[in-house]
């Protein structure tokens, strides 16, 4: 086994039990290293004896605990793909436990002990975070608590927290190599005025905080785990510890930053500030938006077209319809039932060919007329433009959300993208207008919570004059150039 500076666990071996979910338990051999950052995966590697009682029936999910370790550790939700079948005659030879899954790895030392209370929760590497806010030391030894305050937020619930830059060094022996860095970020919480710290609902609250947080920066934040020193001991815990945790970069090359680094402390401070205040619709609107414009997982253009449009349909749909609205959508109902009973009596009465078929279709349109759909997304889209009349300015440098079959907005590029009709348009122009797309979402993020739009993305700002995508006459001309007829 070696242990780092920090305590990080590499190579470490054990004996352990795996309980099944049935309940039945089976003895194995354990070895564990722990991520060396944030971001990246653990290596679990378990064998199980062959020489015994043939295995049979072992269901998933199981739990793995360790057994007369200097360390106790837990692996929760562990789920196999295969383990070795039938017995040997060989006294000592063991097979793979092949692991398809693993949701959780605490592991508890009690060697590791604190009198100041320190709980870390690891992030997943954000390239803002590594390209600005000091992030970038050189001289590593002239920092020997091993650690670097990026910047600094004050929420009602948890007070002052730190997000951090910290750092171990790995001593190893190699050709003109002594030592590797491994570096990582992760938000700090004061908990040193009590030991009862729920660490379910704190790191809750910290996944709140990284949803606004992971727009400003164009990249998800995720939650990687904890680490929790404390009097008694410490105890780590990583999520999903098998996953590397690198979420891709959403905006295209060249990557420009949304906000600059000099307004990032004061944005990030009133996004999460208005975020952690608001009602449960536009924080699930806000969430949502997040998720669309910072993916956990690579896709193309068009899914993320296709994903950022729905969820800007979710977005305006926020603002109900009242008793009024509907009734003005309604109101000319009657005098259509009217018109189609009486077209439905002249076909009748003429006797016309198909006239069965006629009043069948009419009938049908009867019966919509009286049982309608929702309200359509251009309905509830001027209902939203009504209640957040400033949504208008920040779309007009924008490719338009409506247009027509000549000059195609973004709806009705999303409906052929619905409809699965590729060959009506060119690749060109869906990635032209989901720029445009995701810049109206962010801007939209900013509205809903009611604060400032930053310098990156406001209308004619500098760094979005950079972007050639942004320019008027082209956009313009690239939308003339989408063809929406399938058939052309």
């Not at 007369?68 to 562990?78: F, H, R, T």
């Not at 910047?151 to 002052?160: A, P, S």
């Not at 009973?341 to 009286?370: C, Y």
Request: include cysteine; hydrophobic fraction near 40%; charge should be neutral.
């Amino acid at each position: 086994m070696a242990l780092d500076e920090h305590m990080t666990i590499k190579n470490i071996s054990f004996d352990a039990v795996i309980t099944d979910s049935n309940g039945k338990k089976l003895e194995a051999e354990c070895r564990i290293s722990e991520p060396p950052s944030s971001g990246l995966p653990a290596d679990i590697s378990i064998e199980i004896p062959l020489m015994g009682e043939e295995i049979t029936s072992f269901e998933n999910p199981c739990i793995l605990h360790s057994i007369n370790s200097s360390y106790d550790i837990e692996v929760q939700d562990l789920w196999y793909r295969s383990m070795p079948a039938g017995r040997t005659r060989r006294k000592h030879e063991r097979g793979t436990f092949k692991i398809e899954h693993a949701g959780q790895l605490s592991i508890r030392s009690h060697h590791c002990k604190s009198n100041l209370p320190r709980l870390r929760f690891n992030l997943s590497p954000i390239r803002f975070f590594q390209e600005h806010l000091n992030a970038i030391v050189v001289n590593y030894s002239n920092l020997p608590s091993m650690e670097l305050e990026l910047f600094k937020l004050n929420t009602t619930e948890l007070g002052d927290i730190r997000f951090i830059k910290h750092w171990y060094i790995h001593h190893i022996e190699k050709k003109d190599i002594t030592a590797e860095i491994h570096a990582s970020f992760a938000v700090e919480v004061n908990c040193a005025g009590t030991m009862k710290t729920c660490i379910t609902e704190i790191s809750n609250q910290i996944r709140d905080i990284l949803i606004p947080l992971s727009i400003l920066t164009r990249q998800a934040i995720t939650l990687h785990g904890w680490e929790w020193c404390k009097s008694d001991g410490t105890e780590t815990t990583w999520i999903y510890p098998l996953n590397p945790n690198l979420a891709p970069d959403m905006a295209i090359e060249p990557i420009l930053d949304l906000c600059i680094e000099k307004e990032f402390q004061s944005q990030a401070q009133n996004m999460v500030e208005k975020f952690l205040a608001s009602n449960a619709e536009i924080k699930e609107a806000v969430t949502l938006l997040s998720a669309a414009l910072s993916p956990h997982l690579e896709k193309t253009t068009s899914a993320n077209f296709f994903a950022l449009f729905s969820v800007l349909e979710q977005v305006v749909s926020i603002e109900k319809l009242t008793k009024e609205d509907k009734k003005k959508l309604h109101e000319t109902d009657y005098a259509l039932i009217s018109a189609l009973l009486k077209l439905k009596l002249d076909i009748q009465g003429e006797n016309r060919t198909h006239a069965e078929i006629l009043t069948a279709r009419i009938d049908g349109l009867i019966s919509k007329v009286k049982n309608p759909s929702p309200p359509s997304f251009m309905v509830r889209l001027k209902k939203f433009q009504n209640t957040y009349p400033h949504f208008n300015r920040y779309t007009s440098d924008l490719w338009p959300i409506s247009g027509n079959e000549k000059k195609p907005g973004l709806k009705q590029i999303r409906d052929l993208l619905a409809h699965q009709l590729r060959k009506g348009h060119n690749a060109q122009a869906i990635a032209v207008a989901h720029w445009h797309l995701a810049r109206l979402a962010e801007r939209l993020a900013f509205i809903l919570l009611d604060t400032e739009v930053p310098k990156g993305i406001e209308i004619n700002s500098p760094t979005l004059a950079r972007e050639g995508w942004y320019n008027r006459m082209y956009w313009l001309s690239v939308q003339e150039k989408a063809q929406t007829n399938p058939t052309s």
